[in-house]
Nanobody, 127 residues
Framework: QVQVVESGGGLVQAGDSLRLSCAAS????????MAWFRQAPGNEREFVAA????????YYADSVKGRFTMSRGNIKDTVYLQMNSLKPEDTAVYYC????????????????????WGRGTQVTVSS
């Protein structure tokens, strides 16, 4: 069974940090881009960050660039999202996902190109 499971969300104050984790199983995830998306109430799901299947490149939405860092863990098929200087507008459910195509040269920022999703983890940032 192919699945991804997120963890690490919570309630923090503006300016604080959180680290989200995503553990994947059931597929050779080292062949696929993995990404984080988020969705706030009333909003569409939006791209946050992605790491290329090779682990050599990362991509970020402009809104989080310089504050968030995505990385692959030493544990196989685990990725992290380190979130610093959190803002109230970062409040959302954060989802981990894996791209449907292997070895894509540049990760997609469209949710429709990702076929395995976790259930999400809530991040709430108070002002």
């Amino acid at each position: 069974q192919v699945q991804v499971v997120e963890s690490g969300g919570g309630l923090v104050q503006a300016g604080d940090s959180l680290r989200l984790s995503c553990a994947a199983s059931g597929r050779t995830f080292s062949s696929y881009t993995m990404a984080w998306f988020r969705q706030a109430p009333g909003n569409e799901r939006e791209f946050v960050a992605a790491i290329k299947w090779s682990g050599t490149s990362t991509y970020y939405a402009d809104s989080v660039k310089g504050r968030f860092t995505m990385s692959r863990g030493n544990i196989k098929d685990t990725v992290y999202l380190q979130m610093n200087s959190l803002k109230p507008e970062d409040t959302a459910v954060y989802y981990c996902a894996t791209e449907s195509s292997r070895y894509r040269n540049k990760p997609s920022q469209s949710p429709s190109d990702y076929d395995v999703w976790g259930r999400g983890t809530q991040v709430t940032v108070s002002s």
